[in-house]
């Protein structure tokens, strides 16, 4: 498990748990967030592995769960930004 801090400024910082579980289906990855023990969202990604939330039961404000997201992406590029994937430009 990889703890992540996200900074919304310099007064508030939150510091969750992210927890990176196979996807079903796909080679994407599905993203379980936590604050200590406590289950506050999920994000999964799309067909273009870009994070969406999928369960907030935590009511966390979207828009720090969507910068959450952001450094998780950061994190771990998508594939195609890895150039494993048939992009246009990609050459062996």
């Known amino acids: 498990m990889e703890k992540y801090a996200v900074i919304m400024s310099p ?3 939150y510091h969750f748990d ?3 579980y196979p996807h079903h289906g796909s080679a ?4 379980k967030i936590y604050i200590g023990e406590k289950f506050i ?3 999964e990604p799309d067909g273009q592995d870009f994070l969406h ?3 907030n039961p935590g009511n966390i404000d979207l828009e720090v ?3 959450l997201a952001e450094q998780i992406e950061l994190r771990h590029p998508r594939a195609a930004q890895l150039g494993e994937g048939d992009e246009p ?3 062996d």
Request: aromatic share 10%; net charge negative.
């Open 28 to 31: 994407g990855c599905k993203y």
């Open 41 to 43: 969202a999920s994000l």
């Open 65 to 67: 769960l969507h910068l």
């Open 11 to 13: 007064e508030i910082q």
């Open 89 to 91: 430009g990609y050459d």
């Open 18 to 20: 992210v927890e990176q």
């Open 53 to 55: 939330v999928c369960q």
